[in-house]
Nanobody, 122 residues
Framework: QVQLVESGGGLVQAGGSLRLSCAASGRTFSGEILAWFRQTPGRDREFVGFIRWNPGSTFYADSLKGRFTISRESAKNTAYLQMNSLIPEDTAVYYC???????????????WGQGTQVTVSS
C-alpha cells in the first residue's frame, strides 16, 4: 500500500511561484510513475505531468511546459512540482498519483493523495 501526502499549496499572487511536495510512504519507489493532476470544481481532473522515478525523466502537458517542473528526491521518497509564473487559471486542487504506466489519464494511476489547494490571485 502506498500513501501519498501533498503539501505546499496556498495563496499566491499572479506571477509568483509555489513548490508542491508529494511525500510517499509504504514502499520505496524504483520503476513507478509519479504524476501530478489538478482539478477545479465541475471539471475533470487535468493532467499536469509525470516523472519516471528511475531515471527521473519527465513529461508535461503541452500547455504547462516551461512553467511547471517536476523533480524527485529519492532519498526522501518525495516528488516536487515547481510552479512558476502562476496565473489565476492555475487555481485548482493539485493531486499527486502513483502508477506503473506512463499515462495522462487518471484511471491509469493506482494511488492518490488527498490534494492541496493552490489559489492564484490576480
Amino acid at each position: 500500500q502506498v500513501q501519498l501526502v501533498e503539501s505546499g499549496g496556498g495563496l499566491v499572487q499572479a506571477g509568483g511561484s509555489l513548490r508542491l511536495s508529494c511525500a510517499a510512504s509504504g514502499r520505496t519507489f524504483s520503476g513507478e510513475i509519479l504524476a501530478w493532476f489538478r482539478q477545479t470544481p465541475g471539471r475533470d481532473r487535468e493532467f499536469v505531468g509525470f516523472i519516471r522515478w528511475n531515471p527521473g525523466s519527465t513529461f508535461y502537458a503541452d500547455s504547462l511546459k516551461g512553467r511547471f517542473t517536476i523533480s524527485r528526491e529519492s532519498a526522501k521518497n518525495t516528488a516536487y512540482l515547481q510552479m512558476n509564473s502562476l496565473i489565476p487559471e492555475d487555481t485548482a486542487v493539485y493531486y499527486c498519483a502513483v502508477g506503473w504506466v506512463a499515462a495522462v489519464l487518471p484511471p491509469s494511476y493506482n494511488y492518490w493523495g488527498q490534494g492541496t489547494q493552490v489559489t492564484v490571485s490576480s
